[in-house]
Nanobody, 121 residues
Framework: VQLQASGGGLVQAGDSLRLTCAASGRTLRTYTMGWFRQAPGKEREWVAIIDKNGSKTDYANSVKGRFTISRDNARKMLFLQMSSLGPEDTAVYYC???????????????WGQGTQVTVSS
């Protein structure tokens, strides 16, 4: 499966942004999907994950209550709605697909190319 993330940009603190990940190739229905991010000089970290049916989600503590992950399997799309953004959210955001549910990056075999989110204070 090929993944293409989009929707990043430069926003101000307190703004909202919606990221989209479009998939091509195989169906998404068999995959857990996730959003991860990597800030300059830091390791890639998980942000949010969603199971293959969209019935179970989990969020990193740093984004809980501000970000919402969702998916549309029929359209082969994954979303991340981000609100109350702060400078600490500045990073390259990646979407990923894997066969197991969990927050470890090693569980995800397929990755999008990343989309830059920059939040100014």
């Amino acid at each position: 499966v090929q993944l293409q993330a989009s929707g990043g940009g430069l926003v101000q603190a307190g703004d909202s942004l919606r990221l989209t990940c479009a998939a091509s190739g195989r169906t998404l229905r068999t995959y857990t999907m996730g959003w991860f991010r990597q800030a300059p000089g830091k390791e890639r970290e998980w942000v949010a994950i969603i199971d293959k049916n969209g019935s179970k989600t989990d969020y990193a503590n740093s984004v809980k209550g501000r970000f919402t992950i969702s998916r549309d399997n029929a359209r082969k799309m994954l979303f991340l709605q981000m609100s109350s953004l702060g400078p600490e959210d500045t990073a390259v955001y990646y979407c990923a697909a894997g066969l197991s549910y969990g927050s470890y990056t090693a569980l995800y075999a397929y990755w999008g190319q990343g989309t830059q989110v920059t939040v100014s204070s």
